[in-house]
């Protein structure tokens, strides 16, 4: 079955490194999300793609960017880890911009220490 | 997008029906509501939407009002593993491709 998977599942880093969270997806979808979940805060996004090559800033993207050279794929790249991005992680993806409903991974629970 | 309103959490029992309201009074012709559930440290999980008839899947029902200003997710016959924050949302459908998620409603369906 088709399906988004993400990884890590749970990861813990330290201040200052360089961290890449991966999300895969084999449903063949144009668009890919990355989200964050706090606390108080609900879902938020970060930063997200119509397709190959195309990459969008979302509501909270600084200190994140992300690359798509396929349609598979949607890496999250922390530059520099802050304590502030401790969160979990959500990526998802959709049809097309007509077909927009957006299916879930299942997340990753990141920890900056 | 439009804001929605939702109670911060309801009861249902097992076996009945969970009814979960939603307001969004200033929704704009042309945008859909839609409703996911998000399960303790899982994923959000789509559920249903529509932008001003009926729908009905193997999931839900949602009923949106003739003026369009609110809507109810009815679950049919709800389940301990129904027990999760369920979130109304109204978007652009096929445009913008944020999905705002606010506080939803923590739904506890209980023995």
């Known amino acids: 079955d088709a399906e988004i998977t993400q990884s890590p599942r749970h990861k813990i880093t330290e201040t200052g490194r360089q961290v890449t969270l991966a999300c895969h997806q084999t449903?063949?979808?144009?668009?890919m999300f990355w989200y964050r979940q706090d606390l108080g805060h609900g879902l938020r996004l970060i930063h997200y793609?119509?397709?190959?090559?195309?990459?969008n800033k979302g509501e909270v993207s600084d200190g994140y960017s992300v690359s798509r050279s396929n349609t598979e794929d949607l890496p999250l790249t922390l530059e520099s880890a802050a304590s502030s991005q401790t969160s979990v992680y959500f990526c998802a993806s959709s049809p097309s911009l007509v077909t927009d409903t957006q299916y879930f991974g299942p997340g990753t629970r990141l920890t900056v220490l | 997008d439009a804001k929605t309103t939702q109670p911060p959490s309801m009861d249902c029992a097992e076996g009945r029906a969970a009814n979960l309201p939603c307001n969004h009074s200033?929704?704009?012709?042309?945008?859909?509501v839609y409703w996911y559930r998000q399960i303790h440290s899982q994923g959000p999980q789509y559920i249903i939407h529509g932008l001003k008839n009926n729908e009905t899947n193997e999931m839900a029902s949602l009923i949106i009002t003739e003026d369009r200003k609110s809507s109810t997710l009815i679950l049919p016959h709800a389940t301990l593993r129904d027990t999760a924050v369920y979130y109304c949302i109204v978007r652009v459908g096929g445009g913008n491709n944020d999905m705002r998620f606010g506080a939803g409603t923590r739904l506890t369906v209980k023995p």
């Open positions: 200033t929704i704009s012709g042309n945008e859909y």
């Open positions: 793609s119509y397709g190959v090559h195309d990459t």
């Open positions: 449903w063949n979808h144009n668009n």
